[in-house]
């Protein structure tokens, strides 16, 4: 995850009027998909750093801040094309996603970058694909990893 934004988005956020505008860019990929699928949350379709990003409109809701919780956001992308549910449906396991926001007028300059998503617990419909972003919950594994077993300690026992 990066957090270190330009000096020319720093300028536009802080600025009381500004032209420049940002755009949220998804990459979906996985080993059995055969290229990633990239979309773009604007009207327009977007090119970033040689990657083409198709415009599908989407909504990206951010975890709460609840305690002793997971943080889970929840994406939904209109189905406006089969070509992502095709995709996803044909997947064994989760796909990884990664989040980036970039300045509309200089979309090869990544401003922010959010990865090591899954997307899981995926349902769709007609008008919509819906899944949770999540990452990997490193509270739920056993501690200690190890256990004393005579056969990895014999001298204790």
Not at 33 to 51: F, H, K, N, Q, W
Not at 53 to 65: E, G, K, N, S
Not at 87 to 115: G, H, K, Y
Request: hydrophobic share 40%; charged share 20%.
């Amino acid at each position: 995850m990066s957090r270190n934004l330009s000096t020319a988005a720093r300028n536009a956020l802080y600025a009381s009027e500004t032209g420049e505008g940002f755009a949220v860019l998804l990459t979906l990929s996985h080993a059995q998909l055969e290229a990633p699928l990239r979309v773009a949350g604007s009207d327009a379709a977007i090119t970033s750093r040689g990657d083409n990003f198709v415009p599908y409109p989407f909504r990206l809701t951010l975890p709460d801040d609840a305690e002793r919780q997971s943080p889970e956001a929840r994406l939904v992308i209109d189905n406006v094309d089969r070509q992502i549910i095709l995709a996803l449906r044909n997947l064994n396991t989760a796909p990884q996603v990664t989040i980036e926001i970039v300045r509309i007028s200089d979309p090869d300059i990544v401003e922010a970058r959010f990865d090591s998503f899954r997307l899981g617990q995926v349902s769709y419909d007609k008008q919509m694909v819906e899944g949770i972003l999540s990452l990997e919950d490193f509270t739920a594994e056993p501690f200690p990893a190890g256990t004393f077993t005579p056969g990895h300690f014999p001298g204790l026992f």
